[in-house]
């Protein structure tokens, strides 16, 4: 019985030792926010960095503006109006990421970094097409239309200045997303989540 229990206390001591040197030189968190340019947009992504000098991220965004192909005189209609017009022909691009970088320690305590990302992604673009006017429409669009599917790759420069604790950190990053479609440009602000640094800064 003492036998096992020092064999249990062993194996338990080099798991916490081992932690202890993942933490020390590993990180992981999630990040989340809202973005605002070209389009409006929301993300969420899983990353990982290497002793705060590497990092890769595997993401996902969506992002909406008001559809190009919507006509001049388009109108959403008395309804329309009573909501907002939040209900409108839109552009609706869902983004899969994977992105790596370098971080550049900005500060003596390694609360501030410069993490240069990029990387690309998978594609998802709906569009509104095909409009056609509508007679009486006071109370409702004076269109109809469809909506198109593509699927394409886009290319990504997403950079960012880090604000850190252990735990949790904020994020302010601009946005270069290129495609052969679309190309976005806008201003992300993120809340990071989880084991960002090391406890020894």
């Not at 340019?37 to 993401?59: C, E, I």
């Not at 839109?90 to 320690?105: H, N, P, R, S």
């Not at 601009?174 to 602000?189: H, K, R, S, T």
Request: aromatic share 14%; hydrophobic share 40%; net charge neutral.
């Amino acid at each position: 019985m003492k036998k096992w229990f020092l064999t249990a206390l062993l194996f338990s001591f080099i798991v916490s030792c081992l932690q202890a040197q993942f933490i020390e030189k590993n990180a992981l968190y999630v990040e989340a926010g809202a973005s605002l340019g070209t389009h409006l947009g929301a993300s969420v992504s899983l990353n990982y960095t290497y002793n705060q000098k590497y990092s890769v991220a595997a993401g996902w965004s969506q992002l909406i503006r008001a559809s190009k192909n919507k006509p001049d005189d388009y109108s959403s209609g008395l309804l329309g109006i009573l909501l907002l017009n939040l209900v409108k022909p839109l552009e609706e691009t869902t983004l899969y990421d994977f992105q790596a970088g370098q971080i550049f320690v900005l500060n003596k305590s390694g609360s501030v970094h410069l993490n240069f990302m990029g990387g690309i992604g998978f594609t998802h673009i709906k569009d509104a097409f095909n409009f056609e006017a509508v007679d009486d429409s006071f109370l409702v669009e004076n269109y109809t239309n469809s909506y198109d599917s593509s699927n394409v790759i886009s290319l990504l420069l997403t950079p960012r200045i880090e604000f850190t604790t252990r735990f949790y950190g904020l994020s302010i990053s601009p946005q270069f997303i290129y495609n052969e479609e679309n190309v976005y440009f806008g201003l992300a602000i993120n809340h990071m989540v989880g084991i960002l640094r090391p406890k020894s800064n």
